[in-house]
Structures are given as structure tokens and as C-alpha cells.
């Protein structure tokens, strides 16, 4: 991280800190002081689009280790998230286990999922892999479908509210700050991750696995271990979901999100954990936009009231992202980075 003109480190310590000044412990308090307040002004709507946001974003984040960090490219992190999300509601609505017992049962049952689905990765790379992954998304879906006993099937499945201590989350916001704890904690998780040897090996991996071996990097044994955390991430995302919906049912977790939640990587920046929290936010809030302007875009081209009006919202997403991809590949944290670096070294910006 680039530190303001007179600023150095002494130590390593210093170095070694994701926050290093005064003014960067400042904006974070600010920030949490802010996210702490958002309940208190914002409406029913964007209260429950910033549950979302926050949801979305633990799920990238495991998916941006396994992707942008590791560089195994998967299309079926929904379904990693409704093992997690049913996991979750099975132990709770049958066995009437607390919510934060079911929790990182669920984590790791996701994880073990990922685990198998991570096994051809020994063998194979790129574009099989992705077909590997997508062969998950159908696959789980499928099993969820086929064990109705336990998880009603096509029905779905309620779900009872958290529980904290004998106090029931019931209000949204009582649920905001729920998912805002986990949204946190695990974005200072996948920060310092990928700061250690595992992310360092994880990084070698993506940038070329031949050199990593001959280095002496255990390919296949990290290349596991990236889809065992990425899938956790994605299970505990999954929990949270079906606890806020209070119910589950596999509509809730289609392949198409598994291509978004790629898209959100992309559009935010691949491989950097800042990235992919741009992503879900810019890409969360486009459609946010999108629904609210979707009556006043009927009523003034009223042969956008039908199908085409609902796919109004895939039409832009689609867009936007082919737009990063052709402009700006890196992502909106890049751009940031360079904004940021420019007006601090200007007038000698060059």
C-alpha cells in the first residue's frame, strides 16, 4: 500500500500493517460508525439490499481466494453456498439445533463438498475445470432435489430465525448487524490470508503452477485447500441467506448466480480482496437502479412492460460487465489505485 509523501516504516511490524496511519484508522472508524447507523436512515428496501450486499460479499470473498488469489476458475459457487444454506436449515428446522451451532457446520460442510469437486483439479485446468464446476452447480442442485425427505425437495424447507442467548433476531435490523459482524470478520480474514505462506503459495499458483512445483509448492495440496476455504466462505454465505429468507429452496442458488457472482470479481477487480466488495456493491446497487427504473422505463416504452422489460436488468449487468472486460480488466479497484495515486503526487503526477 502507498503511504502519503514524508510517511516510512522503521520496522517490519510497520510493514507488515494493513493500517498504517492516522488518517487510514480514522476513515475506518468513521466507516464502522457509519455502517453501525445504517439502520436508523435507510428504508426497508435498501436496509434489506445492504443484508444482501453483505451477504454476497462473504461469498465472493471465498470465492475471489479460490479464483483471483489461487487462479481456479469456478461456475458453481451457488451451489457451494446451498450446501452451506441447507446444511444450515436441515440441523436447525429438524434437529432444532441454534443457529450458531448449525453455523460452522455448515461452513464445513461446504467446505468438504468442495473438497470433491476440487479433486479434477489434479488432472486438469482452465477450461475443463470450469466445466467440472459447472457439473457441481447441477449435480448438488440435484441431490438437494432428489433428498426430499430432508430437505422438501422442490418445496423447500422454513427455516427459523437466529437466535442469540434466548433473544430472537426478528427486525431486519437486528439481521443487518448480524451479517455485517460476518461480513467484517471475513474480509479481515481473507485480507491477512492472503498476507501469509498459504496466500503467497495460493498467488505462485495462479501465476504459473509449473514454476510453483519447481519451487517446491505442493500444487495440488493448495489447490484443495483453496476450494476447502473458498467453499467455507461460501457456505457460511449460504446459512445467513436462507436464515434471512427464512426458508430454502434451491431457486434461491441457480447457476446464473454462480456467473454473477464471476461477473462481480471482474467488475471490481480479480485478486484483490477491496475488488471484489466494489464488485458486489457497483454491480448490487446497478440493479437496485435498474428496478426502480424499471416503471418509469415501461410506462415510456410500453413494449418494455413485458418479457423484455424484466430482462431489462440482465441486458445491463451483461453489459456492463462485457464493458470491463474489453475497457477496464483489471476492475474498479484499479482505477481507484490510479485516481488515488495521481492526485497524491500531483502537480508531478508524471
Known sequence: MDLPCGIFQQDYAQ???????????????????LLS?????????????????????????????????????????????????????????KLGWSFFAALPCAALGAGVVGLLFGLPSLKIKGFYLIMATVAAQFIIIWVVLQLYTVTGGPNG???????????????????????????????????????TRVGRAFIAIRDNDLAAEV???????????AFF???????????????????????????LDSVW??????????????????????????????????????SAFPSFAGPAGAALGLFIRGLVVMLFVMFEPRGLFHRWELVRRYYRLWPFSR
Do not use: E
Open 15 to 33: 510493514d507488515m500493517a494493513i493500517i498504517r496511519t492516522k488518517g487510514q484508522w480514522a476513515t475506518l472508524v468513521i466507516f464502522l460508525i
Open 37 to 93: 447507523g445504517c439502520p436508523y436512515f435507510l428504508t426497508d428496501s435498501l436496509l434489506t439490499l445492504a443484508i444482501i450486499i453483505g451477504i454476497t460479499v462473504i461469498s465472493v470473498h471465498g470465492l475471489n481466494i479460490l479464483t483471483g488469489f489461487c487462479g481456479q476458475i469456478s461456475m458453481g459457487h451457488a451451489a457451494f453456498m446451498a450446501v452451506g444454506g441447507y446444511v444450515s436449515a436441515v440441523l436447525c428446522a
Open 157 to 195: 424447507l422454513a427455516v427459523p430465525r437466529p437466535r442469540i442467548a434466548g433473544l430472537v433476531l426478528k427486525s431486519k435490523a437486528s439481521y443487518f448487524y448480524l451479517v455485517m459482524i460476518f461480513a467484517v470478520l471475513s474480509t479481515i480474514v481473507a485480507k491477512n490470508l492472503v498476507r
Open 215 to 225: 519451487m517446491g509448492i505442493n500444487v495440488f495440496g493448495y489447490k484443495l485447500l
Open 229 to 255: 476455504i473458498g467453499c467455507v466462505f461460501a457456505g457460511v454465505a449460504g446459512a445467513l441467506l436462507v436464515h434471512f429468507v427464512r426458508y430454502a429452496f434451491t431457486a434461491q442458488f441457480t447457476f
Open 261 to 298: 457472482y464471476l461477473g462481480m470479481l471482474i467488475a471490481g477487480g480479480m485478486g484483490s480482496i477491496s475488488g471484489g466488495i466494489l464488485g458486489v456493491i457497483a454491480l448490487k446497487l446497478l440493479d437496485y437502479m435498474v428496478t426502480l427504473a424499471g416503471p418509469a422505463v415501461a
